[in-house]
């Protein structure tokens, strides 16, 4: 019995810290069920393995001799700490916190460093950014915007953030981060305690299992650029008693690399960003992210290849970031959808649109004014909010289509049948 509660004071802990952690293998296992379930009765299993040891615990501390006692104490004292590194300084929620003040300034009384990369929300004119280097460390961030409440959250191990409506089924959920899976955080609401992912804000495992959350639409640029689109916006500002973390983080966004993705998940002092492109990891100070290291077979990226997906009806596409920046524009059809994925340099924001007005298809150029995109044929000026300012289509606007920045594996984990720009 004494060798069984060893294995339960052992195994369980260890496992689970594995499967929800960057761990080397972890992250190409399908075996989030196990981690669930694990998650729910490992404190049961804690119990009855120290049950089981303490008998024989007492019996050498009472009878045993010296050797037999320091060895018993060594063991204990292994035992204690491995589960404390394991279930307390190993949980995620424990290292990655929440924002305790959410503080907001305009343009005037901004703090925030104007290159900084934001994700953007607009509701009702009234429009809120928050510095990726700040959400990557909570990884969510609960807020309200004209109103209409929403929940910002970011991956640093994937590096996209996406904004969903936190009530589902008119349950406003509470969510606290337990791990990654797949290079994606994990939410856990505190109503149910059901798993959600943070790429598709879909319930996976738990009473709630099958519901989505639904998607706000967001953008992703600098801060220069939300002031400039949205001169009355508010920015989120520190909660200085994070400054510890914000410090570590004040180059997320420009000059991490795939591996201080994973240093930084696992509790490391590195840290991701939402990337930049560079010669072969990232840290040029563009918007993209690491850049290929090459492909793992003819007809896929490699693991850590930084790219642009777009879901339209069903059908996925991936676009891999160097050939945004290079040709700054991709014209393509999703099925019966044509559509338009660009990247602006400047102001690192990368949108997708239908490329359609009044039945017409457009075919967009870069403008080399920098100004925004050209409609190849018409000649008519699109800005980067995807309204056209001059030309014969003034004023039109196009529809946006959400686009998502990710590494290839989570593209792919969460769009199995998706296609990719070079391929299709």
């Known amino acids: 019995m004494f060798w069984i509660g060893l294995f339960l004071l052992i195994v369980p802990s260890v496992g689970h810290n594995y499967l929800i952690s960057p761990a080397p293998g972890s992250q190409g296992l399908n075996w989030m069920g196990v981690a669930y379930y694990l998650d729910k009765v490992l404190p049961y299993l804690l119990v009855i393995g120290l049950l089981l040891v303490a008998g024989r615990v007492v019996t050498v501390l009472q009878k045993g001799g010296w050797w037999k006692r320091i060895g018993i104490t060594v063991l204990c004292l292994f035992l204690g700490t491995l589960n404390y590194a394991m279930n307390i300084l190993g949980d995620a929620g424990h290292y990655f916190r929440e924002m305790g003040t959410r503080t907001f300034a305009d343009s005037v009384h901004n703090k925030i460093p104007l290159d900084w990369m934001v994700v953007s929300v607009e509701k009702n004119g009234e429009a809120h950014a928050y510095p990726v280097n700040l959400i990557a460390y909570h990884h969510r961030v609960p807020d309200t915007v004209a109103g209409v409440p929403v929940w910002v959250t970011y991956c640093s191990l994937c590096r996209t953030g996406v904004v969903f409506n936190p009530i589902a089924d008119g349950v406003y959920q509470q969510f606290r981060l337990v791990g990654i899976q797949h290079y994606n955080a994990i939410f856990q609401d505190r ?63 420009t000059t991490m690399t795939y591996e201080d993705d994973e240093a930084e998940a696992a509790g490391g002092s590195g840290s991701a960003g939402s990337g930049s492109a560079g010669s072969g990891k990232a840290g040029s100070g563009k918007a993209g992210a690491a850049k290929a290291k090459g492909r793992d077979t003819v007809e896929h990226f490699a693991i850590d290849t930084w790219v642009a997906g777009v879901d339209v009806a069903g059908q996925a596409r991936a676009y891999e970031w160097t050939d945004l920046e290079a040709k700054g524009v991709l014209n393509d059809q999703l099925g019966r959808i ?66 998502r920045n990710m590494y290839w594996h989570a593209w792919k984990t969460f769009h199995p049948k998706t296609t990719t720009w070079d391929q299709h």
């Open 338 to 403: 044509p559509i338009a994925v660009a990247y602006d340099a400047p102001s690192r924001e990368l949108h997708a649109w239908k490329r359609v007005v009044d039945g017409r298809t457009i075919r967009f150029a870069s403008d080399s004014s920098g100004h925004g995109l050209r409609d190849a044929t018409g000649g008519s000026l699109w800005n980067w909010a995807g309204r056209c300012v001059q030309g014969a289509d003034s004023g039109r606007r196009l529809e946006t289509l959400p686009v």
């Open 191 to 253: 109503e149910t305690g059901s798993w959600w992912y943070q790429a598709t804000g879909l319930a996976v495992y738990g009473p709630q299992k099958g519901k989505q959350l639904e998607e706000i639409p967001s953008d992703q640029m600098t801060l220069r650029a939300f002031f400039q689109t949205h001169p009355r916006g508010l920015v989120l500002q520190r909660d200085t008693v994070f400054n510890w973390a914000y410090n570590a983080m004040a180059r997320f966004d």
